[in-house]
């Protein structure tokens, strides 16, 4: 397996991306409840949330046509780079939880 597709392995095993390498809702719904649950975003921001979860795998999805291990890893520097909502370490904590 190349370094490249160990976060898509990652994401597939917890449900936030699927076999085609794509981001569907069904993954992003999953994906959000984590991050509520595991406290890295406050409950009451959800609907920031999905929207950021939303346009960061319509992002990933534009910048690689081609879906691959790619797409998780844009996808995944989308989200963290919106530390106004994301708190990183409770970000990382909540996933590996």
């Known amino acids: 397996i190349s370094e490249s ?7 597939k095993a917890y449900g936030f991306a699927n076999d085609k390498y794509d981001i569907k809702r069904k993954q ?3 994906f959000v409840d ?5 406290k890295a975003v406050p409950s009451d921001k959800r609907q920031k949330l999905e929207n950021l979860l939303r346009g960061c795998a319509n992002k ?3 910048k ?3 879906l691959g291990c790619h797409t998780s890893i844009d996808y ?3 989200i963290v780079a919106d530390q106004k909502l994301i708190n990183y370490s409770k970000f990382v904590g ?3 939880a």
């Open 5 to 11: 597709c160990i976060l898509h392995c990652e994401y």
């Open 60 to 62: 990933a999805r534009d």
């Open 94 to 96: 909540a996933i590996i």
């Open 76 to 78: 995944y520097r989308c």
């Open 34 to 38: 984590v991050l509520i649950n595991g």
């Open 64 to 66: 690689n046509p081609k």
């Open 28 to 30: 992003i719904d999953q």
